[in-house]
């Protein structure tokens, strides 16, 4: 098998178990190595282009989860390339990286498909928080194992975003109740912390309060538990978080909606 082979196998055994492939587009090489250098770090998959032509061919291949988009790119301009890619209806999330910060040049990259838009010079830090984010919004409900989810009698689809109670009620989930019951079931028996579930129903668009989750968990008790008061299936895991059990365990003492 010849090298290139070789290394399109390992890319798509990433893709397989998760990883997701960002497109950094970026003809400043040191700046375009710090880039891919902390996103392989943060468990994602790379792959360099450094200009816009060979960006185009390259988000054609990978249709990637982000493309990192520079502005001012030899043979074809990143507002350029971003309108021929959404004429092709590929719709992966654009962040652009630019020394033209200024608001007109945020509106154009906007109106051109863009996603988001950090002007250089730029903290690393900022940069993979917003690079996270939208790989998260990215991948919510396209890599999940299952559609549906049941416990207790009751259906939790994921792609309606409605639940079908135990009594065959049928509610309609807000986008953030969907997101921390995911984070729960998936994570089931195991305590996952407040911090956590911040970053998966959150992420970086807003800081609530830890306050804020103990509100959402109370709602999805009140959805799932026969007596919200004594939750058998949402616990309470005091000064961290919650877990969540899809067999009934009897409720922990002081494990309350009211004292979430």
């Known amino acids: 098998m010849m090298a290139t082979d070789l290394s399109q196998a390992a890319q798509e055994m990433d893709r397989l178990a998760g990883r997701p492939c960002v497109l950094v587009i970026e003809d400043e090489a040191p700046l375009a190595a710090v880039l891919a250098d902390n996103l392989r770090e943060e468990g994602m998959d790379v792959v360099l282009a450094a200009d816009g032509e060979q960006g185009a061919r390259l988000w054609r291949e990978h249709e990637p989860d982000l493309v990192v988009l520079d502005v001012m790119l030899p043979l074809l301009d990143g507002f350029s390339l971003c309108e021929r890619m959404r004429a092709e209806n590929l719709d992966s999330p654009v962040l652009y990286l630019s020394a033209r910060g200024g608001p007109d040049d945020r509106v154009r990259g906007l109106e051109s498909g863009g996603d988001d838009y950090l002007p250089k010079p730029f903290h690393l830090t900022e940069f993979l928080l917003r690079a996270k984010a939208l790989v998260r919004r990215r991948t919510w409900g396209t890599h999940q194992p299952e559609a549906v989810y049941r416990f207790a009698g009751h259906v939790v689809d994921f792609r309606s975003w409605t639940a079908t109670l135990a009594s065959g009620r049928r509610e309609a989930l807000a986008e953030r109740e969907l997101r921390i019951f995911r984070l729960l079931s998936e994570r089931a028996g195991a305590v996952v912390s407040r911090d956590d579930i911040l970053d998966a129903a959150w992420g970086d ?56």
């Open 205 to 260: 668009d807003a800081f609530p309060s830890s306050r804020t989750v103990d509100n959402f968990v109370m709602r999805l008790r009140r959805l799932f538990e026969p007596e919200p008061s004594t939750p058998r299936h949402i616990h309470t895991v005091w000064g961290v978080g919650y877990r969540f059990t899809p067999e009934a365990e009897p409720a922990a003492p002081g494990d309350d909606e009211g004292r979430s």
